[in-house]
């Protein structure tokens, strides 16, 4: 039988049992009550629960009772009365009766009455939609089985509170199974990552102890009138056994351990049962006393199913790492308050309560604490930017001037904006620039101010080392470091609020922040002119720009060009095109529409001018020859173009580009200054070298003039992207003898001819 047939199976003897349970649970409310048989029919209680129903309705130990129901057997086996429809109570011989049912019981009886049932319904849909998007995963049925045990577990123990022997059975096999579970998901999952965690033998032994150990447990509970608290030594038992059998076999694979979703299954486990074991479990095993009653104990079990479907369907979660940190540090910040809190109380009412009622307002005051400091944290960052004025403005100020920076021409603007920035945000009158020259130890100020305490300034900026964005407090108003240099500290003077008010704990750390913004602009700025008067420099030196230079300046230039092409491409003609569609609905607007279908035509021809959609794809051959041809067409220029490489030779991108280009600068040449009527070019393949030759029967030119960068700028750029590919480049021409242009270029190595990174060009020189 398949797995997905026997977890509906599964499913269907939860529900059926499921079915029952609501019945007894609406039929049978929880007493709560222990009595010893006095005669027949006459008991005197023993013990009350607190959170039953005959605590409620004020039945208290000593009372006498008269039960008129023939099921008392839970009575005269283990002195518990419960599944009983009516009772009289006798009072001073005076009898009261008392049906048994819900009417007139309080929000909370009903609450924790009910409450698991809730949960089972919710639980069983969420199980069944998992089942229907996942039923394939078995590490997902397995935790969808894990999810309805805890469930049906909580509903069972309503129901064995009433001592309903199915109950009790049902109650101690689900709470043992529980641990089992989850070795076998554990397991699973594993298995999915090719990895046996542990034998299967040690899985089934797993589950043979869980059905042998309830079983033999209820035999005791019922014939031997144990105590139902075998069930939580059992679990406990259980629990410890599976963690370490887990623990010892998964230190090994701690790769798989950390994937996020297993984590945060493996910690909505432990926050669920945590409370259950540490509060109520532990203590009833060890002490036989409940600090917390199983009832709010259990009510963490909700978040299983909630978190399991949050883990299933999502793709992204949250750090889970990180909200467990955050958790346990306001847990232990909460601590030493709840404790004052408690000590305060119980030294202003020593005798009110006794220890462990102490004991169970300190972890209400400590839960309380420790979710508001968490919440709070939540707040500060989706509220407090609404509530609290300053925290909007300040942001809003720093994306103000990030933009402003962006658009920024000089340093001068960058302090400009600064200054504006700082006297709207902080309400000053007075902000202006002063810079330090460190070798004269003298100051520079924008404007003259006796006022201001610069000799202290002075010497901590000589005594001390400082840090962008250190504030320093003066007589007149602060002083904020935005720049440094070898030479110079670059500072901004910022004068008091009125009335000599100081800045707050925000105005400061707002400050540092944009003091290291300004910084990284000032810098930015520095190294472009850097930059620039490196590269004027070496253009002085050689009279050309470096090979590394001429590579960075063409790999800039490409990726504009494409970033320029995809624009205009995906955006302009995008809207040329639409509007064309929409006046085509017209019929009296024919010139408009020729008009249109000019500029759609316009961008075009720009679009594949500036980049090729189809150049690496083509080839080099096939590119050039579609380039020739739009251009003869254009000019109606006879051109005539020869070669002997393969049109399925491909040259790698960063060599193909540069081909490229250096033919369109020879036919834009052509076209504007040769005044050409024909045109020869030749590309060849010889051993490891390309020969690219032009000719032309046009104007010519003196090649003395050739020089002259600003009227030959095309021919300086092809000299340029020759240099720059290590080729050879001639240029023969004389007035009225046409020209001749002859490139000599290595091939690219075989290696790289797939080569698409504009930064590592190979070649065989």
Request: hydrophobic share 45%; with cysteine.
């Amino acid at each position: 039988m398949k797995k997905p047939t026997l977890y509906m199976i599964f499913i269907a003897l939860i529900a059926c049992i499921a079915t029952y349970f609501t019945y007894v649970i609406s039929t049978y409310p929880l007493m709560g009550m222990k009595a010893q048989q006095i005669r027949e029919h006459h008991y005197t209680v023993t013990d009350v629960y607190p959170n039953g129903w005959a605590y409620i309705h004020g039945i208290r130990a000593g009372d006498h009772i008269v039960i008129s129901d023939d099921h008392v057997d839970t009575i005269r086996t283990h002195g518990r009365v419960e599944k009983i429809r009516a009772l009289l109570i006798e009072r001073k011989g005076i009898y009261s009766s008392f049906f048994i049912n819900y009417e007139r019981a309080p929000i909370s009886y009903l609450f924790y009455t009910f409450f698991p049932l809730v949960l089972f319904v919710l639980t069983l849909a969420i199980v069944l939609y998992v089942y229907r998007r996942f039923k394939e995963t078995e590490s997902v049925l397995l935790l969808s089985v894990f999810l309805l045990i805890v469930s049906m577990c909580y509903v069972s123990g309503e129901v064995s509170a009433r001592f309903d022997r199915i109950g009790v059975y049902v109650m101690g096999l689900s709470l043992i199974m529980c641990p089992v579970v989850v070795s076998h998901f554990m397991y699973q999952i594993y298995r999915e990552h090719s990895i046996t965690l542990f034998s299967r033998i040690v899985l089934y032994t797993l589950y043979i102890c869980a059905v042998l150990l309830s079983t033999i447990s209820y035999i005791l509970v019922c014939s031997f009138h144990i105590s139902e608290g075998i069930y939580l030594f059992l679990f406990l038992l259980m629990s410890a056994a599976v963690a370490a059998l887990i623990y010892k076999n998964c230190r090994g694979y701690k790769h798989v351990l950390n994937h996020a979703k297993l984590k945060l299954v493996f910690y909505t486990i432990l926050f669920a049962f945590l409370p259950f074991c540490l509060f109520y479990a532990l203590p009833k095993v060890l002490t036989g006393i409940v600090i917390v009653s199983a009832e709010y104990t259990a009510c963490f079990l909700a978040f299983l199913p909630f978190a399991a479907l949050y883990i299933v369907m999502n793709k992204e979660l949250h750090d889970i790492d990180y909200m467990l940190k955050r958790m346990f540090y306001y847990a232990l910040l909460s601590c030493f308050p709840a404790l004052a809190l408690i000590l305060g109380f119980y030294v202003l009412h020593p005798a009110s309560f006794e220890w462990l009622s102490y004991l169970r307002i300190y972890l209400l005051c400590w839960a309380i604490m420790a979710s508001l400091l968490f919440i709070k944290e939540e707040a500060d960052v989706g509220i407090e930017s609404r509530l609290v004025f300053n925290k909007a403005r300040y942001e809003a100020s720093l994306l103000r001037f990030s933009k402003a920076g962006m658009s920024s021409i000089s340093a001068n603007s960058i302090i400009d904006n600064l200054i504006n920035e700082m006297k709207k945000v902080l309400f000053v009158k007075r902000v202006f620039k002063l810079e330090f020259l460190k070798t004269g130890q003298r100051f520079c100020l924008s404007e003259d101010d006796c006022e201001i305490d610069l000799a202290s300034l002075r010497e901590t900026l000589i005594r001390e080392e400082m840090v962008i964005g250190t504030v320093m407090r003066g007589k007149s108003g602060y002083f904020l470091l935005v720049g440094e240099t070898p030479e110079i500290y670059t500072c901004m003077f910022i004068s008091y609020k009125k009335d000599r008010v100081r800045f707050n704990h925000d105005d400061l750390v707002w400050l540092h922040t944009i003091a290291l913004h300004t910084n990284v602009l000032l810098q930015s700025f520095v190294h472009v002119q850097e930059i620039l008067r490196e590269f004027e420099r070496t253009r002085d030196e050689q009279g050309a720009s470096s090979l590394l230079l001429s590579k960075l300046l063409f790999m800039v230039s490409e990726q504009e060009k494409e970033s320029l092409s995809r624009d205009i491409h995906d955006t302009l003609l995008q809207e040329l095109i639409l509007i064309y569609q929409e006046l085509g609905q017209g019929m009296a607007i024919d010139a408009a529409r020729d008009q249109l279908i000019q500029q759609i035509q316009y961008i075009r021809e720009e679009c594949y001018r500036l980049r090729p959609p189809f150049l690496l794809q083509m080839g080099i051959v096939d590119g050039l020859q579609t380039l020739i041809e739009n251009h003869r067409m254009k000019e109606q220029v006879l051109i005539e173009f020869a070669s002997n490489l393969d049109a399925a030779e491909r040259l790698g991108e960063w060599y193909t580009v540069h081909l490229y280009r250096i033919m369109q600068e020879l036919l834009h040449n052509a076209r504007k200054h040769a005044e050409a009527n024909c045109i020869f070019i030749s590309l060849y393949k010889k051993e490891n070298r390309l020969l690219l030759v032009y000719e032309d029967d046009g104007v010519g030119m003196e090649m003395s003039c050739l020089g002259n960068t600003k009227q030959h700028f095309g021919l300086v750029g092809i000299k340029e992207r020759t240099q720059t590919m290590n080729g050879e480049l001639s240029i023969s021409s004389a007035p009225n003898e046409g020209m001749l242009i002859r490139i000599e270029l290595p091939l690219p190595k075989k290696e790289n001819t797939e080569e698409n990174n504009y930064g590592n060009p190979s070649f065989d020189c």
